[in-house]
């Protein structure tokens, strides 16, 4: 269900002026989440109503150029394909972010045409994907999502935090492999404040140093690579 509302974004949807919709629970808990709340307890907030947000971005229509959808893990929604639709009537555009583990959900919103643009948020390597939850979590789910946004035709972007521990050289080597051929990938920093786990609110970010390293290594993979966040 959906948790947050934020009105007017210019920089969560690349080249557009946006609204922000975020849902509660996702399918990893990974310990440097900056979204902690609303994975480990998205009871505590309340339910958006659907037909006042509805209205409400009706509103905004003549302002926003689209609606970006995240979370949590939106996917996790059942209704998510007749809010996609919802928005989708209104004439604006949708951007949906995620983890990539429900790559059944992503195929039947790429192919019912309600998703223009594809964030998909590559945490590591795979293999170290175990470290980032409670439970198992499916690689081959992900590996599926891959080659879906791949080949979809949207725009789609690859993310990955540059969290140390977790990124580094060896890890983006292993994660272009896997999306080689892609348009782009985001680089972000760290920002350790709100993290999931006390633990890793103690870590020190990289140097802008490091992570434009990471950025030359990522060029060999993609078309381009973009660094947000560090300075």
Same mark, same amino acid.
């Given at each position: 269900?959906? =948790?947050?509302?934020q009105g007017t974004s210019l920089l969560d949807f690349p080249g557009r002026v946006a609204s922000l919709l975020? &849902?509660?629970? $996702?399918? @990893?808990? $990974?310990?440097? $989440?900056?979204?902690? /709340? @609303?994975?480990l307890d998205p009871e505590t907030f309340p339910n958006l109503d659907r037909e006042a947000?509805? /209205?409400?971005?009706?509103?905004? /229509?003549?302002?926003?150029?689209?609606?970006?959808?995240?979370?949590?893990?939106?996917?996790?929604?059942?209704?998510?394909?007749? &809010? @996609?639709?919802s928005v989708k009537s209104l004439g604006l555009a949708v951007k949906l972010d995620t983890n990539g583990l429900r790559p059944d959900v992503l195929a039947r919103l790429i192919e019912q045409g309600l998703v223009d643009c594809l964030a998909i948020d590559l945490k590591t390597a795979p293999r170290r994907y175990g470290e980032l939850h409670r439970g198992p979590v499916a690689l081959d789910? @992900?590996?599926?999502?891959? =080659?879906?946004?791949?080949?979809?035709?949207? /725009?789609?972007?690859?993310r990955t935090t540059c969290v140390p521990g977790i990124i580094d050289a060896a890890e983006i080597r292993a994660l272009g492999e896997l999306i080689r051929?892609?348009?782009? &990938?985001?680089?972000?920093?760290?920002?350790?404040a709100p993290a999931l786990d006390p633990a890793w609110r103690e870590l020190t970010p990289y140097p802008a140093a490091r992570i434009a390293e990471l950025a030359e290594i990522a060029r060999q993979y993609v078309d381009e690579v973009v660094v947000r966040?560090?300075?």
């Open positions: 269900m959906i =948790k947050g509302f975020f &849902w509660g629970g $996702c399918n @990893l808990t $990974c310990p440097f $989440c900056h979204n902690p /709340a @609303l994975v947000l509805l /209205a409400d971005l009706a509103g905004r /229509a003549p302002f926003i150029d689209g609606v970006v959808i995240s979370g949590g893990e939106p996917t996790l929604d059942p209704a998510l394909a007749d &809010w @996609l639709a789910a @992900l590996a599926t999502s891959i =080659k879906l946004a791949l080949d979809a035709p949207v /725009a789609v972007e690859f051929g892609a348009s782009r &990938w985001a680089l972000q920093q760290y920002h350790p966040g560090a300075a």
